[in-house]
């Protein structure tokens, strides 16, 4: 079964400290991984995909296939990054299978 | 702004009865989905569609109907037959063209059973 985790529910960090959110995938073949995010009183957004190895405000996440995991990092923490941060993971078909979500809260 | 609108924000039902959440985009976008977020769940979804008069069952569509009369609109109905219907529901939208996975989200409605 398609399955996305994010093991930890809550993560807390001080500002200016790395972070990195955990995703592990459950996928046959080769899935699409995306990382969204939803700011408080915000709507949920893409903030970023694996296909395009891009850097979203300071964020990159890589796909590794041998431990099946797309961990979503960045190297200091801002207070602005506080938010719920969900992996999500889409195979062939047009289902869109999102992780329990994480959030994170970054202090001053 | 945004081009989906989600209609009401909030809604309060009495238990047994149905209530019928609206979904309108105007993005032009082939695929509409219905998610529900629940505190610690993330997100599950209900049902999706990716063409006019056509949708599939998502994980968790018992209790729920929707219908696709229209590109625009994918409407959901949450039926009395849903267990545990108070929850916060998000509709979103996805090109198809793009060949891409990003959806595109709505601000939500908030259901409370009574």
């Known amino acids: 079964a398609q399955r996305v985790t994010q093991p930890e529910k809550l993560l807390s960090v001080f500002k200016g400290a790395p972070v990195e959110l955990k995703c592990n995938y459950s996928?046959?073949?080769?899935?699409?991984l995306f990382w969204y995010v939803q700011y408080s009183r915000q709507r949920l957004q893409l903030l970023l995909r694996?296909?395009s190895r891009e850097s979203i405000k300071g964020f990159t996440a890589d796909l590794n296939k041998g431990e099946t995991s797309f961990h979503l990092k960045k190297p200091f923490a801002q207070e602005e990054d506080s938010a719920m941060y969900y992996c999500?993971?889409?195979?062939?078909?047009?289902?869109?299978?999102f992780g329990k979500g994480t959030k994170l809260t970054v202090n001053p | 702004d945004g081009g989906i609108t989600q209609s009401p924000k909030y809604l309060f039902r009495k238990e047994g009865q149905n209530v019928t959440l609206s979904c309108e985009q105007n993005?032009?976008?082939?695929?509409m989905y219905w998610y529900r977020q629940d505190p610690g769940q993330g997100l599950r979804l209900i049902y999706y569609?990716?063409?006019?008069?056509?949708?599939q069952k998502g994980d968790i569509a018992e209790g729920y109907s929707v219908s696709r009369e229209k590109k625009e609109s994918f409407p959901l109905t949450v039926t009395s037959a849903q267990k545990n219907p108070t929850a916060f529901y998000l509709c979103?939208?996805?090109?198809?063209?793009?060949?891409?996975?990003?959806?595109?989200f709505g601000e939500g409605s908030r259901l409370t059973v009574l």
């Open positions: 979103a939208t996805r090109l198809t063209d793009a060949n891409t996975g990003e959806l595109f």
């Open positions: 996928y046959s073949g080769s899935p699409e």
């Open positions: 694996h296909i």
């Open positions: 999500a993971g889409k195979g062939g078909s047009e289902k869109l299978v």
């Open positions: 993005l032009n976008h082939d695929a």
């Open positions: 569609s990716q063409i006019v008069n056509d949708f």
